[in-house]
Protein backbone atom coordinates (compact mmCIF):
# COMPACT_ATOMS: atom_id res chain seq x y z
CA UNK A 1 0.00 0.00 0.00
CA UNK A 2 1.44 3.14 -0.93
CA UNK A 3 -0.39 6.53 0.44
CA UNK A 4 1.16 10.16 -0.89
CA UNK A 5 1.12 13.25 1.20
CA UNK A 6 1.88 16.16 -0.90
CA UNK A 7 2.92 19.34 0.45
CA UNK A 8 3.14 18.09 3.95
CA UNK A 9 4.65 18.26 7.26
CA UNK A 10 5.82 16.25 9.77
CA UNK A 11 3.22 16.01 12.27
CA UNK A 12 0.82 15.13 9.42
CA UNK A 13 3.32 12.29 8.56
CA UNK A 14 3.48 11.10 12.06
CA UNK A 15 -0.55 11.40 12.07
CA UNK A 16 -1.15 9.45 8.77
CA UNK A 17 1.35 6.51 10.07
CA UNK A 18 -0.90 5.82 13.25
CA UNK A 19 -4.21 6.26 10.85
CA UNK A 20 -2.91 3.69 8.96
CA UNK A 21 -1.56 1.44 11.80
CA UNK A 22 -5.24 1.39 12.85
CA UNK A 23 -7.36 0.80 9.84
CA UNK A 24 -5.28 -1.81 8.29
CA UNK A 25 -2.55 -2.61 10.54
CA UNK A 26 -0.44 -3.15 7.87
CA UNK A 27 2.96 -1.42 9.25
CA UNK A 28 5.67 -4.10 11.12
CA UNK A 29 5.67 -4.01 14.35
CA UNK A 30 8.84 -5.09 16.08
CA UNK A 31 10.95 -2.88 14.17
CA UNK A 32 14.95 -3.21 14.99
CA UNK A 33 16.43 0.26 13.74
CA UNK A 34 15.84 3.54 11.83
CA UNK A 35 17.47 3.75 8.63
CA UNK A 36 17.95 6.71 7.08
CA UNK A 37 18.84 7.03 3.47
CA UNK A 38 20.36 10.19 2.43
CA UNK A 39 19.72 10.64 -2.00
CA UNK A 40 18.77 13.13 -4.28
CA UNK A 41 15.59 13.32 -6.27
CA UNK A 42 15.06 10.61 -8.84
CA UNK A 43 17.50 8.32 -7.35
CA UNK A 44 15.52 7.26 -4.44
CA UNK A 45 14.11 3.52 -5.96
CA UNK A 46 17.27 1.12 -6.24
CA UNK A 47 18.31 1.75 -2.68
CA UNK A 48 14.82 1.49 -1.27
CA UNK A 49 14.87 -1.68 -3.29
CA UNK A 50 18.26 -2.67 -1.69
CA UNK A 51 16.71 -1.67 2.20
CA UNK A 52 13.26 -3.64 1.30
CA UNK A 53 15.00 -6.58 0.81
CA UNK A 54 17.43 -6.48 3.86
CA UNK A 55 14.37 -6.06 5.92
CA UNK A 56 13.15 -8.89 5.22
CA UNK A 57 16.41 -9.73 8.08
CA UNK A 58 16.20 -6.89 9.82
CA UNK A 59 12.81 -5.05 10.09
CA UNK A 60 13.30 -1.75 10.26
CA UNK A 61 11.48 1.80 9.64
CA UNK A 62 13.10 3.41 6.30
CA UNK A 63 13.31 6.97 5.85
CA UNK A 64 14.39 8.09 2.73
CA UNK A 65 15.54 12.00 2.77
CA UNK A 66 15.28 12.71 -1.27
CA UNK A 67 16.81 16.53 -2.20
CA UNK A 68 17.44 18.46 -5.06
CA UNK A 69 21.27 18.52 -6.37
CA UNK A 70 21.57 22.08 -6.61
CA UNK A 71 19.04 24.65 -6.12
CA UNK A 72 19.16 27.91 -7.22
CA UNK A 73 17.04 31.23 -7.72
CA UNK A 74 15.85 29.36 -11.47
CA UNK A 75 14.41 26.79 -10.22
CA UNK A 76 11.12 28.20 -9.00
CA UNK A 77 9.12 27.76 -6.00
CA UNK A 78 10.38 24.53 -4.83
CA UNK A 79 13.85 26.84 -4.58
CA UNK A 80 11.71 29.93 -2.25
CA UNK A 81 10.06 28.61 0.83
CA UNK A 82 10.24 25.27 0.63
CA UNK A 83 7.64 22.32 0.49
CA UNK A 84 7.71 18.84 1.53
CA UNK A 85 6.40 15.98 -0.28
CA UNK A 86 6.28 12.41 1.20
CA UNK A 87 4.82 8.95 0.59
CA UNK A 88 4.46 6.57 2.80
CA UNK A 89 4.51 2.75 2.04
CA UNK A 90 3.87 -0.23 3.58
CA UNK A 91 2.77 -3.76 3.50
CA UNK A 92 3.60 -5.29 0.06
CA UNK A 93 5.08 -2.52 -1.18
CA UNK A 94 7.80 -2.17 1.73
CA UNK A 95 9.42 -5.74 2.78
CA UNK A 96 9.01 -6.30 6.25
CA UNK A 97 9.51 -2.66 6.65
CA UNK A 98 7.49 0.66 6.77
CA UNK A 99 9.15 3.14 4.29
CA UNK A 100 8.66 7.06 4.20
CA UNK A 101 9.97 8.75 1.32
CA UNK A 102 10.22 12.85 1.82
CA UNK A 103 10.87 14.91 -1.18
CA UNK A 104 12.10 18.30 0.35
CA UNK A 105 12.80 20.83 -1.74
CA UNK A 106 14.22 24.47 -1.14
CA UNK A 107 14.73 25.73 2.22
CA UNK A 108 13.13 22.75 3.59
CA UNK A 109 15.86 20.59 2.49
CA UNK A 110 18.54 22.41 4.25
CA UNK A 111 17.09 21.14 7.26
CA UNK A 112 17.32 16.99 6.90
CA UNK A 113 18.01 16.74 10.88
CA UNK A 114 14.75 18.50 11.66
CA UNK A 115 12.91 16.28 8.85
CA UNK A 116 13.36 13.24 10.58
CA UNK A 117 13.85 14.01 13.93
CA UNK A 118 10.22 13.34 14.84
CA UNK A 119 9.83 10.27 12.83
CA UNK A 120 12.75 8.21 14.12
CA UNK A 121 11.68 4.93 16.33
CA UNK A 122 11.63 5.55 20.27
CA UNK A 123 14.86 3.70 21.93
CA UNK A 124 15.95 2.06 18.64
CA UNK A 125 19.55 2.39 16.83
CA UNK A 126 20.00 4.74 13.82
CA UNK A 127 21.85 4.15 10.84
CA UNK A 128 22.03 6.30 8.03
CA UNK A 129 23.59 5.55 4.55
CA UNK A 130 24.44 7.49 1.76
CA UNK A 131 24.20 5.79 -1.73
CA UNK A 132 25.33 8.49 -3.27
CA UNK A 133 27.92 11.26 -2.81
CA UNK A 134 28.55 11.79 0.75
CA UNK A 135 29.01 14.76 3.06
CA UNK A 136 32.54 15.85 3.47
CA UNK A 137 32.70 14.57 6.86
CA UNK A 138 30.16 11.59 7.54
CA UNK A 139 30.34 12.00 11.86
CA UNK A 140 29.39 16.12 12.12
CA UNK A 141 26.90 16.06 8.77
CA UNK A 142 23.20 16.87 9.99
CA UNK A 143 21.98 13.41 9.85
CA UNK A 144 25.79 11.86 10.58
CA UNK A 145 25.27 13.94 13.93
CA UNK A 146 21.86 11.28 15.36
CA UNK A 147 23.04 8.32 13.53
CA UNK A 148 24.89 5.03 15.67
CA UNK A 149 26.35 3.97 12.13
CA UNK A 150 26.95 6.25 9.04
CA UNK A 151 27.40 3.96 5.88
CA UNK A 152 29.35 5.33 2.44
CA UNK A 153 30.24 4.12 -1.02
CA UNK A 154 33.42 5.30 -1.77
CA UNK A 155 32.74 3.77 -5.18
CA UNK A 156 30.12 6.29 -6.07
CA UNK A 157 32.43 8.85 -5.46
CA UNK A 158 33.80 10.62 -8.38
CA UNK A 159 37.25 9.50 -7.71
CA UNK A 160 36.76 6.17 -5.51
CA UNK A 161 40.42 6.08 -4.39
CA UNK A 162 40.24 9.52 -3.54
CA UNK A 163 37.30 8.85 -1.75
CA UNK A 164 39.14 6.82 0.28
CA UNK A 165 41.83 8.75 1.52
CA UNK A 166 39.40 11.38 2.86
CA UNK A 167 37.45 8.19 5.03
CA UNK A 168 40.74 8.15 6.53
CA UNK A 169 41.21 11.59 7.13
CA UNK A 170 37.92 12.01 8.72
CA UNK A 171 37.31 8.22 10.26
CA UNK A 172 35.31 8.41 13.28
CA UNK A 173 34.12 5.25 15.31
CA UNK A 174 30.87 3.80 13.99
CA UNK A 175 31.96 5.13 10.07
CA UNK A 176 31.94 2.26 8.01
CA UNK A 177 32.18 2.23 3.83
CA UNK A 178 30.86 -0.33 1.48
CA UNK A 179 34.03 -0.77 -0.51
CA UNK A 180 34.80 -2.55 3.13
CA UNK A 181 31.92 -4.88 3.44
CA UNK A 182 32.67 -6.07 -0.50
CA UNK A 183 35.60 -7.67 1.30
CA UNK A 184 34.08 -10.16 3.35
CA UNK A 185 33.86 -12.93 0.75
CA UNK A 186 37.28 -12.22 0.17
CA UNK A 187 38.82 -12.00 3.63
CA UNK A 188 36.67 -14.99 4.94
CA UNK A 189 38.67 -17.18 1.77
CA UNK A 190 42.29 -15.61 1.94
CA UNK A 191 42.12 -16.06 6.25
CA UNK A 192 40.87 -19.77 5.32
CA UNK A 193 43.32 -20.18 2.60
CA UNK A 194 46.59 -19.35 5.37
CA UNK A 195 45.01 -21.26 8.09
CA UNK A 196 45.77 -24.43 6.76
CA UNK A 197 49.38 -26.21 6.43
CA UNK A 198 51.99 -25.54 5.86
CA UNK A 199 52.03 -22.93 8.26
CA UNK A 200 54.77 -20.92 6.52
CA UNK A 201 54.97 -17.48 6.61
CA UNK A 202 53.91 -14.89 3.90
CA UNK A 203 56.84 -12.79 2.48
CA UNK A 204 55.04 -10.54 0.01
CA UNK A 205 51.99 -9.56 -1.47
CA UNK A 206 50.36 -8.69 -5.33
CA UNK A 207 46.78 -7.21 -5.07
CA UNK A 208 45.00 -6.10 -8.28
CA UNK A 209 41.53 -4.45 -9.71
CA UNK A 210 39.94 -2.20 -11.66
CA UNK A 211 40.68 1.60 -11.91
CA UNK A 212 37.68 2.01 -10.36
CA UNK A 213 37.80 -0.55 -7.42
CA UNK A 214 38.67 1.02 -4.07
CA UNK A 215 37.88 -2.51 -2.40
CA UNK A 216 40.93 -3.03 -4.01
CA UNK A 217 43.15 -0.37 -2.29
CA UNK A 218 41.61 -1.74 0.95
CA UNK A 219 42.11 -4.96 0.51
CA UNK A 220 45.44 -4.51 0.33
CA UNK A 221 45.81 -2.29 3.49
CA UNK A 222 43.93 -4.93 4.91
CA UNK A 223 46.58 -7.33 3.83
CA UNK A 224 49.62 -5.08 4.89
CA UNK A 225 48.61 -4.58 8.07
CA UNK A 226 47.36 -8.37 9.00
CA UNK A 227 50.53 -9.74 7.70
CA UNK A 228 53.36 -7.08 8.28
CA UNK A 229 55.03 -7.65 4.58
CA UNK A 230 55.63 -5.45 1.74
CA UNK A 231 51.60 -5.47 -0.40
CA UNK A 232 51.67 -4.27 -4.00
CA UNK A 233 48.74 -3.01 -5.24
CA UNK A 234 48.09 -3.00 -9.02
CA UNK A 235 44.78 -0.61 -10.14
CA UNK A 236 43.54 -1.59 -14.15
CA UNK A 237 46.87 -2.93 -15.69
CA UNK A 238 45.25 -6.71 -16.96
CA UNK A 239 42.57 -6.61 -18.63
CA UNK A 240 40.68 -9.58 -16.67
CA UNK A 241 37.54 -9.77 -15.34
CA UNK A 242 34.70 -7.19 -15.12
CA UNK A 243 35.42 -4.94 -12.49
CA UNK A 244 35.87 -5.05 -8.68
CA UNK A 245 39.23 -7.22 -7.20
CA UNK A 246 40.96 -9.12 -9.95
CA UNK A 247 42.61 -11.24 -7.95
CA UNK A 248 45.76 -11.91 -4.73
CA UNK A 249 49.16 -13.72 -4.96
CA UNK A 250 50.44 -14.18 -1.88
CA UNK A 251 54.52 -15.80 -1.63
CA UNK A 252 55.82 -17.90 0.81
CA UNK A 253 58.96 -20.36 0.93
CA UNK A 254 57.54 -22.87 -0.72
CA UNK A 255 55.68 -21.03 -3.83
CA UNK A 256 52.72 -18.91 -4.24
CA UNK A 257 49.11 -18.73 -3.37
CA UNK A 258 47.24 -17.31 -6.46
CA UNK A 259 43.44 -16.43 -6.26
CA UNK A 260 42.53 -14.78 -8.93
CA UNK A 261 39.04 -13.72 -10.71
CA UNK A 262 39.13 -13.76 -14.03
CA UNK A 263 35.55 -14.00 -15.11
CA UNK A 264 32.52 -12.40 -13.17
CA UNK A 265 31.26 -14.51 -9.99
CA UNK A 266 34.16 -17.22 -10.05
CA UNK A 267 37.85 -17.29 -8.65
CA UNK A 268 40.23 -19.74 -9.13
CA UNK A 269 42.47 -20.90 -6.05
CA UNK A 270 45.98 -22.23 -7.31
CA UNK A 271 48.51 -23.20 -4.47
CA UNK A 272 52.08 -25.40 -4.41
CA UNK A 273 51.15 -29.46 -3.55
CA UNK A 274 47.63 -28.94 -4.38
CA UNK A 275 44.74 -29.02 -7.37
CA UNK A 276 43.64 -25.63 -8.80
CA UNK A 277 40.02 -25.20 -7.15
CA UNK A 278 37.01 -22.80 -8.90
CA UNK A 279 35.12 -20.99 -5.87
CA UNK A 280 32.05 -18.97 -6.25
CA UNK A 281 33.07 -15.39 -5.27
CA UNK A 282 30.95 -12.85 -6.72
CA UNK A 283 30.80 -9.33 -6.46
CA UNK A 284 28.35 -8.27 -3.63
CA UNK A 285 24.96 -6.81 -4.53
CA UNK A 286 23.38 -3.47 -2.38
CA UNK A 287 21.43 -5.46 -0.58
CA UNK A 288 24.31 -8.06 1.11
CA UNK A 289 26.46 -5.38 1.61
CA UNK A 290 23.64 -3.45 3.65
CA UNK A 291 22.13 -6.76 5.40
CA UNK A 292 25.83 -6.75 6.15
CA UNK A 293 26.01 -3.89 8.17
CA UNK A 294 23.10 -4.04 9.67
CA UNK A 295 23.98 -7.17 11.61
CA UNK A 296 26.09 -5.51 13.84
CA UNK A 297 25.23 -1.71 15.61
CA UNK A 298 28.47 -1.12 17.03
CA UNK A 299 31.66 0.28 15.59
CA UNK A 300 33.71 -1.66 13.23
CA UNK A 301 37.13 -1.30 14.86
CA UNK A 302 38.68 -3.47 12.17
CA UNK A 303 37.58 -1.18 9.48
CA UNK A 304 38.90 1.73 11.53
CA UNK A 305 42.29 0.20 11.60
CA UNK A 306 42.73 -0.30 8.03
CA UNK A 307 41.21 3.08 6.83
CA UNK A 308 43.56 5.22 9.42
CA UNK A 309 46.33 2.77 10.01
CA UNK A 310 46.29 0.61 6.73
CA UNK A 311 46.13 3.01 4.28
CA UNK A 312 49.25 4.79 5.29
CA UNK A 313 51.25 1.40 5.95
CA UNK A 314 50.85 1.27 1.86
CA UNK A 315 51.84 5.00 1.03
CA UNK A 316 54.87 5.09 3.16
CA UNK A 317 56.37 1.05 2.07
CA UNK A 318 54.84 0.58 -1.57
CA UNK A 319 55.61 4.19 -3.32
CA UNK A 320 55.77 2.47 -6.95
CA UNK A 321 52.27 1.20 -6.30
CA UNK A 322 50.67 4.14 -5.25
CA UNK A 323 51.60 5.61 -8.20
CA UNK A 324 48.80 3.44 -10.14
CA UNK A 325 45.88 4.57 -8.46
Not at 4 to 25: F, H
Not at 92 to 105: F, K, N, P, Q, T
Not at 261 to 290: M, Y
Request: aromatic residues 4%.
Amino acid sequence: MIVDLPDTTTSNISKALVKIREEGGAVALGRVLTLIIATHLGQEEEAIEAANDASREHPMRVIVVSTEEERSPSSGQHSGSGRLDAQIRVGGDAGASEVIVLRAYGETASDQEGLVTGLLLPDAPVVVWWPGIAPAKASTSPLGRIATIRITDASAQPNPQEALFHLAETYAPGDTDFAWTRLTLWRAQLAAVLDQPPYEPITAVDVAGAADSPSTLLLAAWLRLQLQVPVKYDLASRAIGSGGIHGVRMERATGTIELEREVPNIARLSQPGQPTHDLSLPRRSLRDCLAEELRRLDPDDLYGEVITKGLGMLETSDEGAGATA
